[in-house]
């Protein structure tokens, strides 16, 4: 199973940007469409972005839609999450998962330990 490891969070102001970083160790790490989802306290864990194993096709929430992209590199084995035009509605814990590129956290296989963005006002 693949072993996944976010980075790149921390605290910047409203308007700025951050990239988020997932690195993947394992069998056939670079094979896996990947996810990445969010949560903040006291609210459920929810999607934020998905691109299949190859790269070639994502999915966006509505509210990151434009401002966030996701990618991956050329070895597939990283996944990045670049955020700009950051709010503080972004600040939450940010997890990366890998086994599908869908909304439903339900059908992904492995999850990181999360990284925190906190965006101030």
């Known amino acids: 199973q693949v072993q996944l490891v976010e980075s790149g969070g921390g605290l910047v102001q409203a308007g700025e940007s951050l990239r988020l970083s997932c690195a993947a160790s394992g069998r056939a790490a670079s094979a896996y469409a990947m996810g990445w989802f969010r949560q903040a306290p006291g609210k459920d864990r929810e999607f934020v972005a998905g691109l299949t194993w190859d790269g070639s096709s994502t999915k966006y929430a509505d509210s990151v839609k434009g401002r966030f992209i996701i990618s991956k590199d050329s070895a597939k084995i990283t996944t990045f999450l670049q955020m700009n035009s950051l709010k503080p509605d972004d600040t939450a814990v940010y997890f990366c998962?890998?086994?599908?590129?869908?909304?439903?956290?339900?059908?992904?296989?492995?999850w990181g330990q999360g990284t925190q963005v906190t965006v101030s006002s």
């Open positions: 998962a890998a086994g599908s590129y869908r909304d439903n956290p339900r059908v992904y296989v492995s």
